[in-house]
């Protein structure tokens, strides 16, 4: 038997701010899998920013919008 010790390759799907309003406005909610963390810190990788950048647009297109965020690291 041969093993190969490599990275986990992460396909994460950056969701776009229309969808966030989408689901948001149908469902009450959004699951977003793009923010990432160091281990054991709470500090944001830098592969974080297209999903970041989206979620800014959702509350830049709607100023009045609340969110209830929860997260695990």
């Known amino acids: 038997d041969i093993i ?3 990275p986990m390759t992460q396909n ?3 969701v776009k701010a229309d ?3 989408k689901s ?3 469902s009450g909610r959004v699951a977003l899998y793009g923010i990432l ?3 054991n810190k709470a500090d944001i990788q ?3 920013k297209p999903a970041l950048e989206e979620i800014a647009k ?3 297109a709607d100023a009045g919008l609340a969110l209830h965020v929860v997260g695990h690291t």
Do not use: C, Q
């Open 4 to 6: 190969e010790v490599k």
């Open 37 to 39: 963390f160091y281990f």
């Open 46 to 48: 830098p592969a974080s």
């Open 12 to 14: 994460m799907v950056t």
């Open 24 to 26: 948001i406005a149908s």
């Open 19 to 21: 969808d966030m309003a």
């Open 58 to 60: 959702l509350l830049k």
